[in-house]
């Protein structure tokens, strides 16, 4: 699917104000076609500005936008041609049918009545609607609601799928119907930006990850780039003896010189070590030297979320903490 | 559940429009779902009827009896009044329905789509103006069965039936704006009540020369006395007020569409 031409969506310094807040803050990020790119953030970080940036509800302030090559600015009605948006609230009629509602968006991209019948037809089996596309869409399942909403942005056959948290809010089951989803649209060919806080799903469906906090991006890369960007392992040690778990830290930090973190639940300590290899072997002796008798001990790779949080640099701000992100 | 292969029914493959709608098909898809929404919610309609037709009881048969207003009794006078400025009551529900689109993200959707930004405004107008203009209609029938009669020809009455009608139209018009600066719902529905100034502080239910007289100029040149006086005027073929409500009617549609357009676009 490697594309020549413009990149699907390119900013350069892209800045948003909301009266004083700068939502976006000199964002830079390109997003090539053939490759889903995902847009991680803690809670006000800018995510769904930059999405609703791109999809013309928000006219940036200062910077560079462009949508295949589009300016949004000088051309916003042409790059609503480009886009399909499924924002973050389930932006479907609840007193209309599914199919009434694919028909209606189908007929507002373009379509006429013939072509709107078929685009929302092949939508219901492509998402697998047809059980429930002749019911009113106020009585669907969050996840049900959550793929007509992506649906109705595929009627017209867009270039670009702009997904603003498209699990926010989904039980576990509406999440991997909606993932499911998301991969067969992928293997069809269509290209998607995606914002989301939850790091799995980042994990799960994008090639290209870009990290933003306070309006910027702050790291770039695949899933394994960023997880190697840190460039620490991690050693992590599981006690047999829960009582020993303060002690082993403690003969952790002193040969990692980094904070060991206590996992209380799963008896387990981690610290990340610097050069990983050789620290393992010294803490292997170490804590046998100490008597503290181990389950278990290994020197992994940081997660996702380990990244995220040496990132972002804050606790508090970690993924997935909070119900909801700011508009 | 992470590894769940693609459930890669393949898709068939949807066409590409074209070139984006035209804004009178833009606006008819608008108007339709606004109208399914309206018919599908009996709260809604029901609520509309019954409203009208418990204020009209009201003031015809509670207030009325100790209300002395125009030669002809009171019904003669509330009641083409009342029919002319039915929608500062029901218009309401006109903003509280953009408020709600806002808040529910549907105008995100609507505005992330290639049509005219004009065609939201238009679509929503012609919609709410039909329902309003059922609600006129149903509310002048209304009238007769409490007591109204016309004064003179029925050409007459449907002429002041067309100018409420127009009155309708215009606070459409008025009402989206306010639904479209409303942060929630509940805020639309209470800067609606700016309404009910206008239509109380007026010549609809008592002569502006019975208030007092610091309340005279705000009710005598606010617009919707001239509207109220027009309807009385046209029911015996006159023009009292006539060019002075075509004016206001003509000005608030031209002040508040661009505003509505303008607003929409950053809803």
């Given at each position: 699917?490697?594309?020549t031409?413009?990149?699907?969506?390119e900013?350069?310094?892209?800045?948003v104000r909301?009266?004083?807040v700068?939502?976006?803050?000199?964002?830079?990020?390109?997003?090539r076609?053939?490759?889903?790119?995902?847009?991680?953030?803690p809670?006000?970080?800018?995510?769904?500005t930059?999405v609703?940036t791109?999809?013309?509800?928000v006219?940036p302030s200062?910077?560079?936008?462009r949508?295949?090559?589009?300016?949004?600015?000088?051309?916003?009605?042409?790059?609503?041609?480009?886009?399909?948006?499924?924002?973050?609230?389930?932006a479907?009629?609840?007193?209309?049918t599914?199919r009434?509602?694919?028909?209606?968006?189908?007929r507002?991209?373009?379509?006429r009545?013939?072509?709107?019948?078929?685009?929302?037809?092949?939508?219901?089996?492509?998402?697998?609607?047809?059980e429930?596309?002749?019911r009113?869409?106020?009585?669907?399942?969050?996840?049900?609601?959550?793929?007509l909403?992506?649906?109705?942005?595929?009627?017209?056959?867009?270039?670009?799928?702009?997904?603003?948290?498209?699990?926010?809010?989904?039980?576990?089951g509406?999440?991997?119907?909606?993932?499911?989803?998301?991969?067969?649209?992928?293997?069809?060919?269509?290209d998607i930006?995606?914002?989301?806080?939850?790091l799995?799903?980042?994990?799960?469906?994008a090639?290209?990850?870009?990290?933003?906090?306070?309006?910027?991006?702050?790291?770039?890369g695949?899933?394994?780039?960023?997880?190697?960007?840190?460039?620490?392992?991690?050693?992590?040690v599981?006690?047999?003896d829960?009582?020993q778990?303060?002690?082993?830290?403690?003969?952790?930090e002193?040969?990692?010189?980094s904070?060991?973190?206590?996992d209380h639940?799963?008896?387990?300590?981690?610290?990340?070590a610097?050069?990983?290899?050789?620290?393992?072997?010294?803490?292997?002796?170490?804590?046998?030297?100490?008597?503290?008798?181990?389950?278990?001990i290994?020197?992994?790779?940081?997660?996702?979320?380990?990244?995220f949080l040496?990132?972002?640099?804050?606790?508090?701000?970690?993924?997935?903490?909070?119900?909801?992100?700011?508009? | 559940?992470?590894?769940t292969t693609?459930?890669?029914?393949?898709?068939?493959a949807?066409?590409?429009?074209?070139?984006?709608?035209?804004?009178?098909?833009a606006?008819?898809?608008?108007?339709?779902?606004?109208?399914?929404?309206?018919?599908?919610?009996?709260?809604?309609f029901?609520?509309?009827?019954?409203q009208?037709?418990?204020?009209?009881?009201?003031?015809?048969?509670?207030?009325g009896?100790?209300i002395?207003?125009?030669?002809?009794?009171?019904?003669?006078?509330?009641?083409p009044?009342?029919?002319a400025?039915?929608v500062?009551?029901?218009?309401?529900?006109i903003?509280?329905?953009?408020?709600?689109?806002?808040?529910q993200?549907?105008?995100d959707r609507l505005?992330?789509?290639?049509?005219?930004?004009?065609?939201l405004?238009t679509?929503?107008t012609?919609?709410?103006f039909?329902t309003?203009g059922?609600?006129?209609?149903?509310t002048?029938a209304?009238?007769?069965?409490?007591?109204?009669?016309?004064?003179?020809?029925a050409?007459?009455?449907?002429?002041?039936?067309?100018?409420?009608?127009?009155?309708?139209?215009?606070?459409?018009?008025?009402f989206?704006?306010?639904g479209?600066?409303?942060?929630?719902?509940q805020?639309?529905q209470g800067?609606?009540m700016?309404?009910?100034?206008?239509?109380?502080?007026?010549?609809?239910?008592?002569?502006p020369?019975?208030?007092p007289?610091?309340?005279?100029?705000?009710?005598?040149?606010?617009p919707?006395?001239?509207?109220?006086?027009?309807v009385?005027?046209a029911?015996?073929g006159?023009?009292?007020?006539l060019?002075?409500?075509?004016?206001?009617s003509?000005?608030?549609?031209?002040?508040?569409?661009?505003?509505a357009?303008?607003?929409?676009?950053?809803?």
């Amino acid at each position: 699917m490697a594309v020549t031409g413009p990149p699907l969506v390119e900013a350069h310094g892209l800045r948003v104000r909301f009266g004083k807040v700068a939502a976006l803050d000199g964002l830079d990020l390109i997003a090539r076609s053939g490759q889903v790119l995902a847009i991680l953030g803690p809670n006000g970080a800018g995510k769904t500005t930059f999405v609703r940036t791109v999809a013309t509800l928000v006219p940036p302030s200062g910077g560079e936008l462009r949508v295949r090559g589009i300016d949004v600015t000088r051309a916003p009605v042409a790059v609503r041609r480009e886009i399909g948006l499924a924002g973050q609230f389930a932006a479907v009629e609840p007193t209309m049918t599914g199919r009434e509602n694919l028909r209606m968006v189908a007929r507002l991209f373009g379509h006429r009545r013939k072509a709107a019948e078929a685009a929302a037809e092949a939508v219901i089996e492509m998402l697998g609607l047809g059980e429930v596309a002749d019911r009113r869409a106020g009585t669907y399942s969050g996840g049900q609601r959550r793929r007509l909403d992506l649906g109705a942005s595929l009627v017209g056959a867009p270039r670009l799928l702009l997904l603003d948290e498209p699990t926010t809010g989904l039980d576990p089951g509406g999440r991997a119907e909606v993932w499911a989803a998301v991969r067969s649209l992928v293997a069809a060919g269509t290209d998607i930006v995606l914002t989301t806080h939850y790091l799995e799903e980042a994990d799960e469906l994008a090639d290209q990850i870009v990290v933003i906090d306070h309006g910027k991006a702050i790291a770039t890369g695949t899933a394994a780039e960023l997880k190697a960007g840190i460039g620490r392992d991690i050693i992590e040690v599981a006690l047999a003896d829960g009582g020993q778990l303060s002690a082993a830290a403690a003969v952790l930090e002193t040969l990692t010189a980094s904070p060991a973190v206590i996992d209380h639940t799963g008896r387990r300590v981690r610290s990340q070590a610097g050069d990983g290899a050789t620290r393992l072997a010294a803490a292997i002796a170490a804590l046998d030297s100490a008597r503290i008798p181990v389950d278990e001990i290994a020197l992994r790779h940081p997660t996702l979320d380990e990244v995220f949080l040496t990132l972002t640099g804050s606790q508090q701000d970690a993924p997935g903490t909070k119900a909801d992100s700011l508009r | 559940m992470s590894q769940t292969t693609a459930t890669a029914s393949i898709p068939p493959a949807i066409a590409r429009p074209a070139r984006p709608p035209a804004p009178a098909a833009a606006t008819a898809q608008i108007a339709e779902r606004a109208l399914r929404k309206y018919f599908r919610t009996p709260g809604l309609f029901v609520m509309g009827v019954v409203q009208s037709a418990l204020f009209l009881f009201m003031f015809r048969y509670v207030f009325g009896g100790a209300i002395r207003a125009g030669a002809a009794g009171y019904a003669g006078y509330l009641i083409p009044g009342y029919v002319a400025t039915i929608v500062l009551f029901t218009g309401g529900g006109i903003a509280v329905a953009v408020a709600e689109d806002k808040a529910q993200g549907l105008t995100d959707r609507l505005l992330s789509l290639p049509i005219a930004r004009s065609a939201l405004v238009t679509g929503r107008t012609l919609a709410d103006f039909t329902t309003n203009g059922w609600s006129i209609i149903f509310t002048a029938a209304l009238g007769f069965a409490f007591g109204f009669r016309l004064p003179s020809t029925a050409a007459d009455g449907l002429a002041a039936l067309g100018l409420c009608l127009l009155y309708g139209l215009v606070f459409t018009v008025v009402f989206i704006v306010i639904g479209l600066f409303a942060p929630n719902a509940q805020a639309a529905q209470g800067m609606s009540m700016i309404a009910f100034v206008l239509a109380f502080v007026s010549s609809t239910y008592v002569p502006p020369s019975s208030m007092p007289g610091w309340l005279q100029p705000f009710a005598t040149y606010q617009p919707v006395t001239p509207m109220v006086n027009a309807v009385r005027s046209a029911l015996t073929g006159g023009s009292h007020d006539l060019a002075i409500a075509l004016i206001w009617s003509a000005a608030l549609i031209v002040a508040f569409m661009p505003i509505a357009v303008i607003r929409y676009r950053r809803a």
